[in-house]
């Protein structure tokens, strides 16, 4: 039987390519959502994918998700950490529910999901973590200083994160996704998406199995050397 692994958000957009690039990959995939029924079962009904309904916020429901899915699955081996929502608005207009919810989501979750499989994967000697960071959080985005900063926060997360598994072989990696062709990016407003797009050198947005492309290199076996990294996935938008 292939490797365990949680995909969060697992079961649309970006998620949902990963959950299924594991699956043709080998891997046993749990692919969690929080909100939206219809489309969890779906993603089921076409892919075979369990699908796990939590809150990735909510540390207790974490931990309860965690120990059913290693119950029912075995250990899990793979931990990508995908869930993430937008509350879009300029500082001056934004709300601290508009704050805390990214925050919690978006950044929180880390905390929360790793804490629950890091003791099982250190006893085990292996682990793969991959948090899913933006490009938004390497350059900043007008209207989004809760987004950057929880993206942002996830960048420095990953490599204090990596340093502490290193050497129990659990790799921890980053991505940084550009503006990738999902429901979150189509929501921004049009003219605002074509002055990105505009600056995209590759010239259009990403496709979302070319983040699962990648997830799939850094959860390999053979990457035991990369850890700490992060990889931008951006068509050339943001390079340093
Ligand atoms: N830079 C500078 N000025 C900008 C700007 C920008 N990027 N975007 C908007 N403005 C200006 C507008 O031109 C406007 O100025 P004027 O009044 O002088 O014309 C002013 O800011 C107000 O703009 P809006 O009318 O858009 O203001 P709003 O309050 O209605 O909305 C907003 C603000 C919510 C931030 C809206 O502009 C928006 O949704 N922007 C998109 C933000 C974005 O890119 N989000 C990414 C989502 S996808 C994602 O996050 C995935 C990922 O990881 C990449």
Avoid at 27 to 43: I, L, S, V
Wanted: net charge positive; hydrophobic share 40%; charged share 20%.
């Amino acid at each position: 039987m292939g490797r365990v692994a949680i995909v969060t958000g697992g079961t649309r957009g970006i998620g949902k390519a990963i959950s299924i690039g594991l699956k043709r990959a080998g891997y046993q995939p749990a692919a969690t959502y929080q909100g939206n029924d219809e489309a969890a079962k779906a993603f089921n009904a076409e892919t075979g994918i369990r699908v796990y309904k939590f809150d990735v916020a909510d540390y207790d429901h974490c931990v309860a998700a965690v120990k059913r899915i290693a119950g029912e699955m075995g250990p899990v081996d793979v931990l990508v950490n995908n869930a993430g929502i937008t509350r879009d608005a300029t500082l001056h207009k934004m709300s601290p529910g508009q704050w805390k919810e990214v925050i919690d989501t978006n950044l929180t979750s880390c905390f929360n999901m790793c804490r629950c499989v890091i003791e099982s994967m250190r006893e085990r000697g292996f682990g793969r973590i991959v948090n899913i960071g933006s490009i938004n959080g390497q350059a900043g985005q007008y209207g989004q200083v809760n987004y950057a900063a929880a993206k942002s926060g996830i960048h420095g997360f990953t490599k204090a994160l990596a340093q502490e598994g290193a050497a129990k072989g659990i790799t921890v990696n980053a991505i940084a996704p550009g503006y990738i062709n999902t429901d979150m990016v189509r929501a921004v407003p049009a003219p605002v998406l074509e002055k990105i797009v505009a600056k995209i050198p590759v010239g259009r947005l990403g496709e979302a199995e070319e983040i699962a492309r990648t997830v799939l290199f850094l959860v390999a076996d053979e990457a035991g050397f990369v850890t700490g990294s992060t990889v931008s996935v951006n068509g050339g938008q943001h390079m340093y």
